[in-house]
């Protein structure tokens, strides 16, 4: 059974912007997408450098989702992670999730049953450096809508949204 829920949570801060997206039970994806808020909020007032130290503070976060809810997180919890700092000359920096950990992946990361085909068509069609900003937009709707299409539990639109390098203005795309 599907139904359509907000597919990418976004954290505003002062020095960063944090985009988390996933698949699986959507009653968990807001549980951890609010607790990781909270964390990075509550550093961020408390002193702590959040640029340095966004990935411990996650890690801590999904420890303690995966010690609350083992029962609730069957195969695991799969999340993609972006980590935008807004001071200039910085890049987002895009991670996928191993159970607790966050590892740090390079050009894309795909999740859920829409990842085998994702991955076939981004490891052929994907040149970094080589596509221009509309010719990247072109090629994610192309494997988004070829995800849905092919894939059982895929659907009900997609959201895409943009990170900007050296423009922090954010496009999304929904449906």
């Known amino acids: 059974n599907r139904r359509e829920v907000d597919k990418i949570y976004r954290i505003n801060m002062l020095p960063c912007q944090v985009f988390i997206t996933g698949s699986g039970q959507s009653g968990i994806f807001t549980k951890v997408c609010s607790d990781i ?4 909020i509550k550093a961020f007032s408390d002193g702590v450098d959040v640029l340095n130290e966004h990935r411990d503070l996650i890690e801590t976060t999904l420890r303690h989702i995966h010690e609350q809810y083992p029962n609730n997180l069957g195969t695991g919890l799969d999340l993609i992670i972006v980590f935008a700092p807004l001071a200039q000359g910085n890049v987002p920096i895009l991670y996928r999730t191993e159970l607790a950990m ?3 992946e390079s050009y894309y990361c795909a999740y859920g049953s829409g990842k085998p085909i994702s991955d076939y068509f981004s490891d ?3 040149e970094y450096g080589r596509l221009d900003k ?3 937009k072109v090629l994610a ?3 988004l ?7 059982a539990g ?8 943009f990170i900007h ?11």
């Open 145 to 151: 809508r070829e995800a849905e299409e092919s894939s």
């Open 154 to 161: 895929v659907g009900l639109g997609a959201d895409m949204t």
């Open 37 to 40: 808020h909270g964390s990075l």
């Open 165 to 175: 390098e050296g423009d922090k203005s954010i496009h999304i795309l929904s449906k």
């Open 102 to 104: 966050i590892i740090p």
């Open 124 to 126: 052929r069609l994907y």
């Open 134 to 136: 509309d010719s990247m």
């Open 141 to 143: 709707a192309f494997i």
